[in-house]
């Protein structure tokens, strides 16, 4: 018996995109996969995200999923908020794409060689803060919308360069307008950054269980359990200047025998203000990191950010909390 499963999507090209990768794995000869788009706040609002407020992207989407419009939800996992939908089930989390930032400057240059001066745009506070911190001069620029205007502000001159995700440009086939890939040593993601969330109605057992065995991926899960698990134990969200990445490393056990461990390395701004603006101060940033079992992520995840808050990373409640 063939089953149509509808899943809803914000109508970007980037979220189109997205979606598309968890239909494919979804659809076979039993399932036949629906698309609906879903509009969103923050599809129609151009204004900083700091004032729309937290969930612009996926709670309308999310309604829609409880509400019986679609049966699943797909979502870029670094958009949602830390706290969990009672009414949904987060059922799948696929394979995770290169989760780091990139430049995408003028003339193929790198960060180092943009000119102290240089006009880079970017509306995260996450950004901000690194890039600051990074003592180039840098004249960082708030900037927001699809992933094409931003890159235009470059082709058109009006910015030297922006910072985007990796995962964006990859999933939009647009790899080769990257000038740098930043090293997460300088510029660490947002947690959960390159991941997709999957989600079901938290009573919808057959679809669950049809999300677990065909699109989700262990090793993405744990890696990103950890890095929620520190943003969350912060009391941030996704507009925070937080970042996380959790990567599976290979370490030696007692017996010399090679083993697989989760290593998590965390950022915080220590001097974020309640307006979210960090532009034109000078940034002091908390690092953390450590390493701990595969199979304990949220603990691993809630060690490195109690060090973060030791370190005083304690003042990043923000306008969305
Ligand atoms: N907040 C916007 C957003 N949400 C997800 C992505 C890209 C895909 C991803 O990081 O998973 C982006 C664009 C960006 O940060 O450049």
Redesign the pocket.
Known sequence: MTRTIRIGTRGST?ALA?TATVAEQLESDDVKVELVTVETPGDRSSAP?AEIGIGV?TSALRDALADGTVDVAVH????LPTKPDPRLSLAAVPPRVD?RDALVARDGLTLGELPPGSRVGTG?PRRVAQLQALGLGLEIVPIRGN?DT?IRKVTDGELDAVV??R??LA?LGRLGEITEVLDPIQVL??P?????AVECRVDDVDTEHLLQSVVDDEATRVAVAAERALLAALEAG?NAPVGALADVVEDLDSDDRVVQRLSLRGVAAANWTADGDLSGTAVDLLRASATGDLTEGEQLGRAVAAELLELGAGVLSGPEQ
Not at 76 to 79: T, V
Not at 192 to 196: N, P, R
């Open positions: 980037l997205q995200i992207f870029s996992y670094k958009d989760p995260a992933v931003r985007l995700a995962a964006g999933r993601p947002a959960a950054q390159g991941a997709l996704c």
